[in-house]
T-cell receptor, first 109, second 116 residues
Framework: DAKTTQPPSMDCAEGRAANLPCNHS???????VYWYRQIHSQGPQYIIH???NNETNEMASLIITEDRKSSTLILPHATLRDTAVYYC??????????FGTGTSLTVIP | KAGVTQTPRYLIKTRGQQVTLSCSPI?????VSWYQQTPGQGLQFLFE???????NKGNFPGRFSGRQFSNSRSEMNVSTLELGDSALYLC???????????????FGSGTRLTVV
């Protein structure tokens, strides 16, 4: 099963870019990488996903390395409301998402 | 459109009892998944239903079961509750394969179950 490894916690100054890394060295060729975040025990919220090309939407950018063994989620201008636990996810067998432990991001004023 | 609705939001049960949690997916979504979240184990997949059939099951004991109705609403049941079943139970829904690849799942706010 493809699984992910993330640093347990990170800090970021408000207004600066937050770069959250993720390792997924066992990912299969057709498996997407998803990013979700969870704020204070609410349900996880979808952020972005990608297969092998870099992706950008209104929330974030996703940079995937050429060998697909790692990726970085970029929040270009972090705000206090971005404080959350960020999960890098690879879908394993069927539709099961393996969430891992996530990165607790704290945005500091 | 309305999001994923889970009821109840909070629940307190006694050890040994059983409990039923409900999930109403986004209209048109036929896939419903359930996850358990605890401080020690994080988010863990329970099972997934699609068109009233269980398609995938996680590594949980048989006390955890679920079902899906023809309108895609889903329920999960936990029998003979244990203290360790105290958790946030999350439901997520998705539509067809294409949407799942593009957007993943939409999660509800969860039901927080406390077993005393």
């Amino acid at each position: 099963d493809a699984k992910t490894t993330q640093p347990p916690s990170m800090d970021c100054a408000e207004g600066r870019a937050a770069n959250l890394p993720c390792n997924h060295s066992t990912i299969s060729g057709n498996e997407y990488v998803y990013w979700y975040r969870q704020i204070h025990s609410q349900g996880p919220q979808y952020i972005i996903h990608g297969l092998k090309n870099n992706e950008t939407n209104e929330m974030a950018s996703l940079i995937i390395t050429e060998d697909r063994k790692s990726s970085t989620l970029i929040l270009p201008h972090a705000t206090l409301r971005d404080t959350a636990v960020y999960y890098c996810i690879v879908r394993v067998t069927g539709n099961q998402f393996y969430f891992g432990t996530g990165t607790s991001l704290t945005v500091i004023p | 459109k309305a999001g994923v609705t889970q009821t109840p939001r909070y629940l307190i049960k006694t050890r040994g009892q059983q409990v039923t949690l409900s999930c109403s997916p986004i209209s048109g979504h036929r896939s419903v998944s359930w996850y358990q979240q605890t401080p020690g184990q994080g988010l863990q997949f329970l099972f997934e239903y699609f068109s009233e059939t269980q398609r995938n099951k996680g590594n949980f004991p048989g006390r955890f079961s679920g079902r899906q109705f023809s309108n895609s609403r889903s329920e999960m049941n936990v029998s003979t509750l244990e203290l360790g079943d105290s958790a946030l139970y999350l439901c997520a829904s998705s539509s067809e394969i294409y949407d799942r690849e593009v957007y993943g799942y939409t999660f509800g706010s969860g039901t927080r179950l406390t077993v005393v």
